[in-house]
């Protein structure tokens, strides 16, 4: 065990460095900036060491070493770069491109394809390879995942992630040598809630998800740094947007959350988060009417009937909100005399991943209830009764009103609905104002275990929408209330301040993979 | 009746009994002085026992020639963690065919070797893996091993010396792979026979995790010899570096292929021509493969050496499994490579990038030149292919495709240069 803590000497590329007994030469490279080429290597997988790729030249061994397992010895002089690594490397790649489609012109890995990426490094124009190409086909491995036989290098990623992340061993190799390919055994059932984490793995275009098929090219991307709304686990994800649209999400990694992984109903949760029509202008009421307003009357109107006093405030918020949108809204309600919010959660199965536990697909199937606790609001069952026969100001933030009663909100003094969609029982609201979705604004969310994650703005929102915390705060002043806040750091800043929990954490602290919670204070760990 | 070909210049160790029906049954083996090791063994202590096969110089006859002895000493003697014995029964080699016969005439001297192994490396549970096509080698096997456990010589509490020992046989199910030590255990924990990366040796992870010693048919079957008449004995044949007998199998262009078993000090050429007897009549030889397709062509003029380890290594090839394929004037030696290396892009148990094509992009040129398309440019590509499988991968397999195309136009070029030049063989007289 002691062992295991010995710091031996190396020397990578002329530099030299400790690493802790048992690094491989792969992982003590990265530390000096050398980045070894690796297909089958995955840093969240069991290292089996199949396609030879990371081969590099180690002074005194009499062949080339495989990088990704070698353990790292005493003074051990390792060299990534020579001719004969280069040779090695060029040597793996011309194999491997041997049976290659070469269709990258129709291949959704195009852009993010390691195959490629390699292929231009190691660079040969023209193949030695004469002979007739094997013709594979392609197949369905689920419903949503489509495999191109042709393009799989048989890295075995796909496998050991269903093996040994998944624990749900469906998929094999068939067959061996070059006839081999990835298949479900025969009459195996591959239903898996996490199955589209072997698209990522896929270090080619071999394994593709019909829902990304052929929408996008990977570089017409924009990435964005974000946290999965769909469950209160809370996953890092990168969004990638085109065209003011969310084509996909990808896991983010982050050790403390969800490593390399995140579940299926997340990707589709992004994806259709914020779908449908959306408000994109501020409605005042005008007799029987919602009309039209720009934000300088949506706020004048709001203000003048706040001056009005209509009486103490209740809200219905939804656990989808920023935590600065809810504080905002909190401080507001606080003007007025705060009578008490709720915010429901709608539930789903749980689901493990077994080789990574501290990921769930949780019960709660909201990114922020956690958040919404510790800033007052309370969890209910029935949120519509503590509206039922409220006289006084009623706000609503971005819960969507489905399943709200028949005239809801007609008792309220005041009634405004702050929100992206417009559903029949928001067009009794006496102001309606537009808000962004997580995507469309930054902010944090506060994760089952109270863990506080930032997210980035990825879209513009449509229209006149923008983040309630925003108009929110636009409005506080107004009302003479406090400041304006200009960025949601600012809005997280005073909120830290005031609740407790959040106590030392700012948008520094969190960087962008979180902090707080559990273990509090002391957790924080710096992105 | 005799074992066809039996020779008088021969050393019949292990396959004294081989053609005697006699000595398959237990009652049989115990009347030829089988299991007389075993008591002795049993007696002595289990390091003992190792210490005497190191002495032996006993080496691996699967291919790989490493000591035996030595081995067996790599294997922990603290007891924390079950050890176990796998036989290497997989035989698979083209052109070896000696460990089917040791387990048809004579399957207690190797069970007794196992057992005796066994008791040397403390291990409570054998297992003999053997090649399922051997039908009729299984059937001997499993009836072997059911006597032997009703003697008293397996399970418990083994000729009351307090020892106990389970044996399993266990068959493949049709890969060459599968006889790679690692694949096997691969194959035996009921995987793919898939090779895996060394570090960590079987004897530190092995079967199901545990340590492992993994040993070649005929190598356990040597072992009660050695253990009943001691190293010295052993070693007044052979050489120094290569002490004992061995058993070559023989095959191809020969007027009496079958097996031999000659001391390790034994001359090459003279095994071909006279054990073997030489080419059938009118014919001339060009190429002996000494040790299995996996190991270098020799010209005629290069086997005048001893067939010890490293005589053949010296003479330009290797023992390998001992294996040998004689090659004559009748047939086309490059369709003979092309046909070897399809086996191997065949049997590539596909893991390794450069195993997996490099294989099957030999193979392919080879059998483009075959039909007449040959280009000037394919034998640098062949050697440059060659290359780049050789010490690339897990296993050796690899560089095993290579050898017989890099050594075959190291060794024949004119006869390559030829094919490509005239679109067809010429040198088939
Ligand atoms: C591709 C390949 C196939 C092999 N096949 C066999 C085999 O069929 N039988 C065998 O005993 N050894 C075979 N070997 C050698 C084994 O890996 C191993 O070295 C041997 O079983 C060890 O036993 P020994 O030390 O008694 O020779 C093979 C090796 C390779 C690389
Ligand atoms: S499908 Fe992709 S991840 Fe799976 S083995 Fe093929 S290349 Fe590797
Ligand atoms: S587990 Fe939850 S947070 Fe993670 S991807 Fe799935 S829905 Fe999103
Ligand atoms: S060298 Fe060939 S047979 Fe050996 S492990 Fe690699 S792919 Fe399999
Ligand atoms: S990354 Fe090391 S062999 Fe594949």
Redesign the interface.
């Known amino acids: 065990m002691n062992d295991e803590k010995k710091l031996l000497n190396v020397t990578i590329d002329g530099v030299e460095l400790e690493v802790p007994a048992g690094t491989t030469i792969l992982a003590a490279a990265e530390r000096v900036g050398a980045v070894i080429p690796r297909y089958c290597y995955h840093p969240g997988l069991s290292a089996p060491a199949v396609c030879r790729m990371c081969l590099v030249e180690v002074e005194g061994a009499p062949k080339p070493l495989a990088s990704c397992v070698q353990p790292v010895q005493d003074d051990m002089v390792v060299h990534t770069n020579t001719a004969q690594a280069r040779k090695a490397r060029r040597a793996a790649v011309e194999f491997l491109l041997m049976n290659h489609p070469l269709d990258c012109p129709i291949c959704d890995a195009a852009g993010q394809c390691e195959l490629q990426d390699y292929a231009f490094e190691t660079g040969q124009l023209k193949t030695r390879y004469v002979e007739p190409k094997l013709v594979m086909g392609r197949d369905k491995v689920t419903p949503e995942i489509v495999y191109f036989a042709d393009r799989c290098i048989l890295c075995t990623r796909c496998v050991r992630f269903m093996d040994e992340i998944a624990k749900d061993p469906v998929l094999v190799v068939i067959n061996r040598g070059q006839r081999g390919y990835i298949d479900t055994m025969t009459g195996e059932l591959f239903e898996n809630p996490f199955s589209i984490n072997i698209v990522d793995v896929c270090p080619v275009g071999a394994l593709v998800n019909e829902d990304f098929l052929f929408k996008a090219r990977a570089w017409d991307l924009d990435q964005t740094a974000s946290i999965c709304p769909g469950c209160s686990q809370g996953c890092n994800v990168s969004l990638g947007t085109k065209e003011e649209r969310i084509v996909r999400a990808k896991p983010r990694f982050n050790p403390e959350v969800n490593s390399y992984w995140m579940c299926d109903h997340g990707r589709k949760t992004v994806i259709n988060w914020g779908a449908g029509a959306r408000i994109e202008v501020p409605m005042a009421r005008d007799g029987d009417e919602l009309k039209p307003v720009d934000w300088p009357q949506a706020l004048d109107a709001l203000s003048e009937a706040i001056g009005n006093e209509p009486g103490r405030a209740r809200a219905i918020v939804s656990a989808g909100a920023s935590n600065e949108s809810l504080f905002t809204l909190r401080r507001l309600m606080e003007e007025l005399g705060s009578d008490g919010g709720v915010f429901r959660v709608p539930t789903g199965p749980e689901a493990e991943l077994p080789g990574f536990p501290k990921l769930k697909l949780r019960r709660d199937r909201v990114p922020n209830a956690k958040g919404a606790e510790l800033l007052g609001f309370q969890r209910s069952d029935a949120v519509f009764d503590s509206a039922q026969g409220h006289r006084g100001a009623l706000f609503v933030l971005e819960d969507t009103l489905e399943g709200a009663p028949d005239g809801f909100g007609t008792n309220a003094e005041l009634f405004v609905y702050i929100g992206t969609r417009l559903n029949p029982a928001a067009r009794s609201a006496d102001i309606v104002l537009p808000s962004t979705t997580f995507a469309e604004m930054a902010g944090t969310f506060t994760n089952f275990e109270g863990r506080v994650q930032r997210f980035e703005q990825a879209l513009r929102g449509p229209g006149l929408a923008r983040p309630w915390w925003l108009t929110g705060s636009a409005l506080l002043e107004r009302l003479g209330a406090g400041g304006r806040y200009r960025t949601a750091a600012e809005v997280f800043a005073a909120l830290a301040s005031e609740v407790s929990e959040y106590e030392g954490l700012n948008y520094e602290v969190l960087g962008l993979k979180g902090a707080g919670a559990p273990g509090s204070s002391a957790a924080a760990t710096a992105g | 009746m005799a074992y066809p070909h039996a020779h008088p210049r021969e050393v019949r160790l292990l396959s004294k009994y081989f053609g005697d029906e006699d000595a398959i049954g237990i009652e049989g083996w115990a009347e030829r002085g089988g299991y007389v090791a075993l008591e002795k063994a049993l007696e002595m202590g289990p390091d003992e026992v190792t210490e005497v096969v190191k002495e032996s110089g006993l080496r691996g006859r699967g291919g790989a020639g490493f000591p035996a002895g030595l081995k067996w000493s790599f294997m922990p003697k603290d007891g924390k963690r079950p050890n176990y014995l796998a036989c290497n029964a997989d035989e698979s080699e083209p052109g070896t065919f000696k460990d089917r016969e040791i387990m048809r005439w004579t399957p207690h001297q190797m069970i007794e070797g196992i057992i005796i192994c066994s008791y040397a490396i403390r291990a409570q549970h054998a297992y003999i893996y053997i090649r399922g096509e051997m039908v009729d080698v299984v059937r001997v096997v499993n009836d072997a091993v059911v006597e032997a456990y009703r003697k008293g010589y397996l399970g418990e509490n083994i000729l009351g010396s307090g020892y106990d020992l389970e044996l399993t046989v266990h068959l493949g199910a049709g890969?060459y792979?599968a006889g790679e030590e690692t694949g096997l255990l691969s194959s035996l924990e009921g995987r793919?026979a898939e090779p895996?990366?060394k570090p960590p040796f079987p004897a530190q992870r092995g079967a199901f995790g545990m340590p492992t010693t993994v040993n070649n048919v005929e190598t356990l079957a040597a072992v009660p010899h050695i253990v009943e008449n001691g190293a010295d004995w052993y070693r007044q044949w052979g050489t120094e570096k290569s002490p004992g007998t061995k058993l070559f199998s023989c095959c191809g262009h020969l007027q009496r292929p079958g097996n031999y078993e000659v001391s390790l000090d034994f001359n090459l050429k003279e095994l071909v021509y006279d054990l073997c007897g030489g080419p059938p009549e009118g014919r001339q030889l060009r190429a002996v493969i000494p040790g299995g397709s996996s190991v270098p062509l020799m010209t005629v003029d290069e086997i005048d050496c001893d067939v010890s380890y490293e005589g053949i290594e010296a003479a330009g090839s290797l023992q390998g499994s001992g294996g040998l394929i004689a090659i004559d004037d009748s047939a086309c030696l490059l369709r003979s490579i092309r046909k070897m290396v399809d086996f191997y892009?065949?049997?590539?148990?596909?893991?390794?990038?450069?195993c997996?094509?490099?294989?099957?992009?030999l193979a392919?040129?080879l059998r483009?030149i075959e039909r007449g398309d040959g280009r000037e440019e394919d034998l640098p590509?062949l050697l440059d292919v060659g290359a780049?499988m050789a010490?690339?991968?897990?296993c050796p397999l690899s560089d095993s495709a290579a050898v017989p195309v890099v050594s075959g136009i190291q060794k024949f070029e004119e006869e390559f240069v030829a094919h490509i030049k005239d679109g067809t063989c010429t040198a088939v007289r």
């Open positions: 890969a792979i793919r895996k990366v892009a065949h049997e590539s148990c596909g893991q390794c990038t450069n997996r094509e490099g294989t099957v992009w392919n040129i483009r590509l780049n010490g690339r991968t897990i």
